[in-house]
């Protein structure tokens, strides 16, 4: 019964086409095709990856010390980098993070007023600005950044007496 | 086969690359559109042609002279075809099919465009049968082949290709009525 329609339907939309010109260059330099992945494997390196950024991402504080007790972190910073941060025991306003050191440089992470700053000693250079302070301690150029210049203000007492 | 076959194909046993590119042009539209008609992609039709040509190629030296030359060449497609679905390659429509449509002359660009959509609709659903009727399907209608034919490209019987025609004719029948109402219309 179908055959009145559906065979010459098939006949005519299934017939032959002619072979693009490319097939014998293909023929003559036969190309590597690349192994189609099972979606399992794919899921499973996209895993590994997310956990190798997640580990990379981490490195940082692998390398550092994460602690808001001043004398830990001065401790820590001179074993691993031999550079003595005079770094007060209570600094007004200021709450320690943690340190690490990368390259012959320390970074000290603090907050003030719940905004993040940066000490930096060695290795990093910036003018001063409104939120940047560049100077010399114990020898080594330090650069403090901070979110507002009034939090520049009170990071000084890091290491100083307001 | 011919006189002129038997000594391309005995030329081509003796690594003549001539001969072979004589070989190729002769069947490359076959090979192609089986391929294409098989896979519903234009990409997978290319590597499913490529394969089965090297296969020729590498294994010309095996094929006897008495044997019929076409019906050796499609087995080695048809294997070639199962052997990606096997690999579990993709066999999916493509939107070349209507790229190619509006760049056919002779028609207006809607006419095109809906020949374009039937002959994908029509792929698509051959393509989504299970192989060994797929298969059926192309060498009956890309090919035109008998039903006796088939059975000797495949190693089955007759009454075996019947059956998985039948059953491939209410699979498709089915999905594409949708073709039927259109005709009636």
Redesign the interface.
């Known amino acids: 019964m ?1 055959r009145e ?3 010459p ?3 005519e ?8 010109d ?3 260059e ?2 003559q330099r ?1 190309r590597v ?1 690349a192994a ?1 992945v ?1 979606i399992g494997v794919n899921a499973a390196r996209l895993c590994a990856c997310a956990a190798l950024a997640l580990i990379l991402w981490m490195i940082p504080w692998q390398r550092g010390v994460r602690s808001g007790d001043a004398a830990e972190i001065r401790g820590w910073v001179r074993a691993k980098a031999g550079i003595d941060v005079p770094l007060r025991a209570y600094p007004a306003g200021v709450q320690l993070i943690g340190a690490n050191a990368s390259r012959g440089s320390v970074e000290i992470a603090y907050r003030v007023s719940n905004r993040d700053g940066r000490l930096f000693i060695g290795g990093r250079h910036a003018a001063s600005s409104g939120k940047v302070f560049t100077g010399s301690i114990a020898g080594h150029t330090f650069t403090l950044e901070c979110a507002t210049p009034e939090d520049l203000r009170i990071a000084c007492n890091l290491c100083h007496i307001g | 086969m011919e006189a002129n076959d038997r000594e391309v194909i005995e030329a081509c046993q003796r690594g003549d690359s001539d001969a072979f590119r004589v070989l190729f042009e002769a069947h490359k539209d076959r090979v192609y559109s089986m391929a294409l008609r098989y896979s519903g992609d234009r990409a997978l039709a290319m590597d499913i042609a490529q394969e089965s040509f090297l296969k020729v190629l590498g294994s010309i030296q095996e094929f006897r002279s008495e044997a019929c030359f076409q019906s050796w060449l499609y087995r080695i497609v048809v294997n070639t075809c199962l052997d990606h679905q096997r690999r579990g390659r993709r066999m999916l429509p493509f939107l070349g099919e209507l790229v190619e449509a509006v760049r056919a002359p002779g028609e207006t660009v809607l006419h095109r465009l809906m020949r374009a959509e039937v002959e994908d609709d029509v792929q698509r659903i051959v393509a989504r049968l299970a192989p060994e009727q797929r298969v059926v399907v192309v060498l009956r209608y890309t090919e035109g082949l008998s039903y006796e034919q088939i059975a000797q490209i495949l190693g089955c019987s007759p009454g075996t290709v019947a059956s998985r025609l039948n059953r491939a004719h209410k699979v498709l029948e089915r999905r594409l009525s949708h073709l039927r109402r259109v005709g009636n219309a």
Do not use: T
Not at chain 1, 13 to 20: E, M, T
């Open positions: 179908h329609w559906f065979e339907a098939l006949a939309h299934l017939d032959r086409v002619v072979a693009p490319e097939l014998w293909r023929i036969p095709k189609r099972p």
